[in-house]
């Protein structure tokens, strides 16, 4: 299948920096990639949808200017969570559609902590 | 809007036959996924539906109604391992993006 590749793993940071997550599709091209967040003992929650030269699609509730999402190249979607605070501590799962049935691969996630 | 319903846990002993349901309610459907997530894990992929009937693949299979919002998982010979949370996730029209919008998962426990 194919293979998608988030980086880092792990991060743990202080309260008002700033955070960068990349995510690449190994593989294969991909025009869209979306980004979850899923907390303790819950589903995944979509976050936005990447576009790849354009703007990022964002699902109501969550804050443009707070998850700056690029996706500027066809195997490379990253995540800025700008100011963070210790309620954004969450695992923070990039996918992409993959090229043939449209089902997601998804990264091997990030779990980020804000001290 | 988007609603899709799955049983929060359940238990099963090693070697049984499990079914999990899901259930849902969209604006526009192009396909029903299942995912198997362990804790602390990314979601891996199970099966996928856009079709009404039964899909299987080894020991999983998936079903689907589309007519009913109505979708089950089939866990057969369970094992151990089988032990984690399964994630139904529906598909929205492509002009809606294509995103996959998840249940809340159910945590499913296999015991000897």
């Known amino acids: 299948g194919a293979v998608v590749s988030q980086h880092p793993s792990w991060v743990i940071c202080k309260s008002g920096t700033s955070v960068k997550i990349e995510c690449r599709s190994l593989d294969f091209q991909a025009t869209t990639m979306f980004w979850y967040r899923q907390f303790p003992k819950q589903s995944l929650m979509l976050m936005a949808t990447?576009?790849?030269?354009?703007?990022?699609?964002?699902e109501q509730g969550v804050e443009k200017d707070k998850f700056l999402i690029n996706h500027a190249s066809l195997t490379l979607s990253t995540l800025t969570v700008t100011s963070a605070h210790p309620e954004d501590s969450s695992f923070y799962i990039c996918s992409a559609r993959g090229p043939s049935t449209g089902e997601l691969f998804f990264g091997e996630g990030s779990r980020l902590t804000v001290l | 809007g988007q609603n899709i319903d799955q049983p929060t846990e359940m238990t099963a002993t090693e070697g049984a036959i499990v079914q999990i349901n899901c259930t849902y309610q969209t604006s526009g459907f192009n396909g029903l996924f299942w995912y198997q997530q362990h804790a602390g894990e990314a979601p891996t992929f199970l099966s996928y539906n856009v079709l009404d009937g039964l899909e299987e693949k080894g020991r999983f299979s998936s079903f689907l109604s589309r007519s009913k919002g109505y979708s089950y998982l089939l866990l057969k010979e369970l094992q151990m391992k089988d032990s984690a949370s399964y994630l139904c996730a529906v598909r929205g029209i492509y002009n809606q993006g294509g995103k996959l919008i998840f249940g809340q998962g159910t945590e499913l426990s296999v015991k000897p």
């Open positions: 990447s576009n790849e030269g354009s703007k990022a699609t964002y």
